[in-house]
């Protein structure tokens, strides 16, 4: 239910993929290592190249001559298009003429392993497929990876006298240098694996991304993070970080790292920089892992180094080194590479700092996730799961996975029809609560949605107590209405969630709810910003295509398009509909049965409302290029065109504030030199008003020296004046406390000011002075 925006990852990590591809094969047994084009093509069966040289055709492209990327492109040239930033995008159209029927893979190579042009390749190219008789499908090729290789994109069946057709389409997906962007047409390999279309078919593709959000069986996930590390040194080299106090208080630097701490080693502190810092991971089963790392942003007014060295232990007693730049990606999982492990064999990363600059490295936590039985199989799909599962959008809980109290509904009921996935678990009339549990993926201000059933004869529904467990035991509970705006997303708050510290939602029926009022049906964590004190306007967009079904959206006869790929076609199809950036378009969900598209637009309220306008003119328009067109084209995948109808159901407005602090916000974070200046004023004022008071007390004494030379005067009234004087200080010596201006002192412990007046307690006093006390 989530849809995430694509990750690029480092130079560093793509040389790590790589060079595990070859190492892989040491691991794991020769039938299960080969290439997954190998293992399709037999031997002796003829190969296929279309290349940009020959019987291609373009437009508004150009023969490449940036040396940079003709290393590595395929025969020495290629051609380039820019990013799609005007009507018509730049293409390039690839004909293959089958020269008998069968099944043929695909495989497609563009260059750019050399960093000064993959940083200009574009994140996601469209590939349109024509084959058969006029059968279509597409998918998205994302050029800033997998360069100067072959790489697998997938098998459909093609017949003799009907030409296919391979149309490559800029898109206006970003690229890591953020301008200048281009993407390239080089060339495409087909290869006859099967003389029926009854053999076209490829192994399993990537998990899906409620598998991920879920962690089935087959593809488990584990967390390690810094409270599970273990310093290699005798002494205590790395520091720990813990970003809350008692009452939920930001630490000294915030609320940062994963469960809210890490580890950091300050190589300007440190006895030994070189001590390495132990992450142990057992894996739960063989298989190939995406290992992803999470860093804070900074460790207070010390910058974070751009070279953690990483030393990987995997598979069966296998090393690599690889580094992490801790200057960019933080707050969010980050990956690092693809590795074979093995059950029962102990796995590790270790830390270090590079010996280089007194810049930190932090230790917070890593990620190991069972993506496919061996690694150069998921090569080619690593893009679909940095797109759609790394960083979510949002993430939305069903019923189906929540944890219900009381009994669970199994039989049909009349509230299934309208309900989120077409079914209803938790109705009061066998349940008595719902709980929704959400881990946060990055630490930030979460948008929280409720969907209910819409009421109808048999689904008649009351009120809804729900509390929302939100930062570090915080929570907010109310009453939230069921019998109104059903079946749709209805927005109950803004909260704060932090990275790794799970929340949740408790849905229960109102108190005095007759049977059958209640019903929890799915939740749905949106993050909106990095703070509940900033939330940009978003306008929350629904749309319904008639005439297709995403139950029914497959390839019945071959293998290309994914699930990463509609969305991604969705996507873009409403982004050059509402003239925005792709950065500020979020597909929040699809939805199966007559489709229902959900999307939030965010940014300043004025252009957001102008884009909504766009969007809606653009469906009242029909026919070839226009937007009901194109989503139309999204959803008839692997079927000749169909006709379908699309219309925007629903517009709703959201956030668009700006306060100076919230209340689990309420301490100003400031850079240690501040707090230290802070502390230094303090102390200084605090010595100045003791040195005030000193000042006033010996002021008093002279006073009372003087008045005793004064009183000597006169010889029979010396001796009482001395006795009175005598008594006067006796009493003061032992009951008075001196006068002195307030000064404060600060506990090392809590940070609190105290009074020292307050704080005083009085002298015992004889009993002769007790009543003038």
Known sequence: QAFGSSLHVPTSGIVVVLSMTVLGFICWTAGASLMLSDALAPPGKSQILLTDADNTSFSGMHQAVYSPCMQDAHGGTFHQGKQYVGSNPTAALFKFDPPADGCYTIEEWHPGRNEQCNRYLLDAVLLQVTYGKNRRAYTYVEQSLNNGQWNMLGALPFKKGYRGIFTLKGTRAPCREGNSCFWAADAFKLTKVSDSAAGCTLTEQLLTPEQVLQGDFEHPQVIVDDSQGTRMGASDNWSFYYGARVGSIPGMCGHQGWSNSFRYLNPRVSKDSEEPLKFVFKPPMDGCYLVEEFHPASMCSHSLTSSAQLTINYCRNLTVRTA??????????????????????????????????????????????????????????????????????????????????????????????TAYLGKIHAINNLATSAVFDFMPPSSGCYRVDEFHPEVSVGCRLGVANVKVDHCLGKSWQGNISLYEKGE?????????????????????????????????????????????????????????????????????????????????????????????????????GLRAGSIIAEFEFQGEKPVMTAAVKRVHEALLRHGHGSLEDKLCEAATVGMEPKACRAWMIRTTASGGWTTEKTNEEADEIFPVSIWISIGFAVTVLCILLVLVGFYCVKRRRRAKARNEAQSSNGKEDIEATSKEVKDDISDSASTATPDRANCCAQTDMSGDIFDLDAMSVPESTSENNTGKQ
């Open 324 to 417: 992490v730049d801790q200057t960019k990606g933080s707050n969010q999982w980050n990956t690092v590479t693809l590795l074979p492990f093995n059950l029962g064999y102990e796995a590790s990363i270790s830390v270090q700092h590079p010996q280089v600059g007194t810049d930190v490295v932090a230790g917070d936590a890593f990620r190991f996730t069972r993506v496919a039985e061996t690694c150069p199989q998921v090569l080619p799909q690593l893009p679909q799961y940095l797109r759609l599962a790394q960083h979510p959008y949002s993430v939305t809980v069903d019923d189906s996975t929540a944890r219900i109290y009381g009994g669970r509904v199994t039989e049909t009921h009349q509230c299934d029809k």
């Open 488 to 588: 749709q997303w209805n927005t109950v708050g803004h909260f704060p969630f932090y990275a790794g510290i799970p929340g949740k939602v408790t849905s229960r029926p109102k108190a005095g709810s007759k049977a059958g009022e209640w019903v929890a049906d799915a939740f749905r964590f949106t993050k909106v910003s990095d703070s509940c004190g900033t939330v940009p306007h978003s306008e929350l967009v629904t749309l319904r295509l008639v005439g297709v079904d995403l139950t029914r959206v497959q390839l019945p006869d071959g293998r290309l398009t994914t699930n990463t790929d509609q969305r991604l076609a969705f996507h873009e199809a409403v982004v050059d509909a509402a003239g925005l950036s792709s950065s500020q378009v979020r597909l929040l």
